[in-house]
Every structure is written in structure tokens, then in C-alpha cells.
């Protein structure tokens, strides 16, 4: 059994803000795998389900960010989980709006509800998934900032990086830490790379298409013709 446990402050003013990632990330995976996350216990709201044959409780601590570890503690020690299938799903400032970055350990960086989690358990070895929220800007509060809302603009990016995180947080539970690391570190830009290269591909294809449509015979260029290439 996992346990997934998406890290943010609970209440209607928080909703929808930066800091709140965890909690919006569980709400994907609690979408796409039927999962209803109302129940109260451990100083959380939790939900029991399966993800691909795997049974996993998925949890939003309510003790606020600052004491997300009383809430982990009771939920480690409650299930007796070990420490590899606990899964943390956390903002970071220090990543682009929108990229994933999961490590194994490490320390909190800063973050304090991961830094409350560590002083719980005793231990950094616990898998987590950090959502990149974006620097604060210049000048600004880090509070003001990660307790902010995502701009207008950023929303769509943001809503797919959640779908993004409960992706990889699946796959973590299905095939490994290190398999969903290689799948998903800096998704955001192996997505925009594949994006380019598709919209490469259906230039070209558009362009043969209207060559053929002409009724002229389409440039094909082979090695050793002369074609420029990249490296």
C-alpha cells in the first residue's frame, strides 16, 4: 500500500493558490481514479482506492503547511507503511510554473511543511514530487507569494502540471521512483520539445501534400545532398 499525501493549507482562502499544489495535485489523481478524498482521520482528509491494481490512501493533511508532519506521522505509523511508499507532493518556487522535478530524499530546501515531515519521521528518505510555482518576484514576500494565486496566464499550465504530477505519481507506485523520474523530471520541457517536433512534422507533411496536390513530385532530401543539420 502507498500513501500519497499532497501538501497545502486547507479553507476556501486558499484554494486554487501556489502553495496549495499538493492538494490540487490529489485532486487530479482523486478525478482520474475515482477516488473520493472526504474522509477525516489522521488530521487529514483521506481516500482509499487503488491505482492500477495498487491500493493507495490519498491524503490532504488539514494542520496546516507549517505542521504537515504531525499528519504524515499518523499516517505513516496508523498504516505501517514503509518509508518507499510514501509519496509527498509539494510547490517548489525554484522550478518554472508547470515543471516536475521527483527525488528519492533530500533535504526541505526551504519548504516548510517538508521540513516539519522530516523532523516526524527522523528521516529525508521519503519519495517526493516537487510542482514548479515559479520565482517570486523581486522585492515580493515569499508568504505573499507562494499564498498567492496563479496568474491568469499560467492556469493552463498549471492544470496540466497537476495531471502531470498525479501521472507520475501513478507511476511511481506502478514501476518505480527511478522509472517515473526518467518519464517525468522537467516534463514540462521534454512536453514542449515533443510538441515542436510534432508541429515540425506536420509542416513538412502539409507542404508534400500541396507539392502532390499540384501535381509536381515531392523534394525528398537524402543524405550527402547538400542539407544542413544541427547537432
Not at 499532497?6 to 490529489?26: C, V
Not at 515559479?134 to 499564498?147: Q, T
Amino acid at each position: 500500500m502507498y500513501i500519497i499525501a499532497g501538501l497545502g493549507n486547507p479553507g476556501e482562502k486558499y484554494d486554487n493558490t501556489r502553495h496549495n499544489a499538493g492538494f490540487l495535485t490529489i485532486d487530479a489523481l482523486a478525478s482520474k481514479y475515482n477516488i473520493d478524498v472526504r474522509e477525516k482521520a489522521h488530521k487529514a482528509l483521506i481516500g482509499k482506492g487503488v491505482i492500477e491494481g495498487q491500493k493507495v490512501i490519498l491524503a490532504k493533511p488539514q494542520t496546516y503547511m507549517n505542521v504537515s508532519g504531525e499528519s504524515i506521522r499518523a499516517l505513516v505509523d496508523y498504516y505501517k507503511i514503509a518509508q518507499e511508499e510514501l509519496i509527498i507532493i509539494f510547490d517548489d518556487i525554484s522550478l518554472e510554473p508547470g515543471q516536475l522535478r521527483i527525488r528519492k530524499k533530500g533535504s526541505a530546501g526551504g519548504h516548510n511543511g517538508i521540513k516539519s515531515i522530516i523532523a516526524h519521521l527522523g528521516t529525508q528518505e521519503f519519495t517526493r514530487i516537487k510542482v514548479g510555482v515559479g520565482e517570486k518576484p523581486p522585492k515580493m514576500d515569499l508568504a505573499d507569494y507562494v499564498l498567492g494565486h496563479f496568474l491568469k496566464e499560467e492556469q493552463d499550465t498549471m492544470k496540466q502540471a497537476f495531471e502531470n504530477a498525479a501521472g507520475a505519481a501513478a507511476a511511481i507506485v506502478t514501476q518505480g521512483a527511478d522509472a517515473a523520474m526518467n518519464l517525468y523530471n522537467g516534463s514540462k520541457k521534454k512536453s514542449e520539445k515533443k510538441t515542436e517536433k510534432s508541429e515540425e512534422k506536420k509542416s513538412e507533411e502539409k507542404k508534400a501534400e500541396e507539392k502532390t496536390a499540384e501535381g509536381k513530385k515531392p523534394e525528398v532530401q537524402t543524405p550527402g545532398t547538400g542539407a544542413s543539420s544541427a547537432s
